[in-house]
C-alpha cells in the first residue's frame, strides 16, 4: 500500500512538472528550471522515503540546478 501511494506521488509530480515545461512562452532556462524542478522533487520524495521536508528541498535544489544549466557565460 506504502509503494502505491508513492507511485503516484512520483507520478503526479513527474505529470505537474511536465505540464509546466510544455509551456509555450517560457524560455529555455525557465524550462530547465521547471524540468529540475519536478526532478528534484521526485528524488527527494523517494531517498527520503516521501517525507514533506525532502520533497520540497529536492524540488529547491533541483530547481536551481536546472536554472544552472546553459546558463550563458559572463
Do not use: F, H
Not at 4 to 32: V, Y
Not at 41 to 50: C, E, K, R
Amino acid at each position: 500500500m506504502k509503494l502505491s501511494i508513492r507511485l503516484l506521488g512520483c507520478s503526479a509530480l513527474i505529470a505537474a512538472s511536465m505540464a509546466l515545461s510544455a509551456c509555450s512562452n517560457m524560455s529555455a532556462r525557465d524550462q530547465n528550471t521547471a524540468i529540475g524542478a519536478g526532478l528534484g522533487a521526485v528524488a527527494g520524495s523517494v531517498l527520503t522515503g516521501g517525507s514533506a521536508a525532502g520533497t520540497v528541498g529536492g524540488a529547491a535544489v533541483g530547481g536551481v540546478i536546472g536554472n544552472q544549466v546553459n546558463k550563458p557565460p559572463r
